[in-house]
Nanobody
Framework: QVQLVESGGGLVQAGGSLRLSCAAS????????MGWYRQAPGESRELVAA???????NYADSVKGRFTISRDNAKNTVYLQMNSLKLEDTAVYYC???????????WGQGTQVTVSS
């Protein structure tokens, strides 16, 4: 089993920045992809950004140019730097880790990000 613990969420004004962190522990050997998803009220959970163990990244179109995902493999930690935050970025952000590309993977408990005007 893999445990994921997120931190760094909070309340920020539009245009501001936040940095999310997700630390993985437990059976972390073999994690190939770590990513961030988000779910707004009444909406489905969506991929925000993902990064492979080799450093390849993938971003949702809505966050390209504003968010940056990074990973410290030695610490089994993934980060999400969020800049130029918009009201529509308000959501619960979940960390995900996968050992197989098409598996659902493991999930963190989520951290709330609220962007105010």
């Amino acid at each position: 089993q893999v445990q994921l613990v997120e931190s760094g969420g909070g309340l920020v004004q539009a245009g501001g920045s936040l940095r999310l962190s997700c630390a993985a522990s437990g059976s972390t050997f073999g994690i190939i992809i770590m990513g961030w998803y988000r779910q707004a009220p009444g909406e489905s959970r969506e991929l925000v950004a993902a990064i492979s163990s080799g450093g390849d990244t993938n971003y949702a179109d809505s966050v390209k140019g504003r968010f940056t995902i990074s990973r410290d493999n030695a610490k089994n930690t993934v980060y999400l730097q969020m800049n130029s935050l918009k009201l529509e970025d308000t959501a619960v952000y979940y960390c995900n880790a996968k050992k197989y590309f098409y598996s659902p993977g493991y999930w963190g408990q989520g951290t709330q990000v609220t962007v105010s005007s």
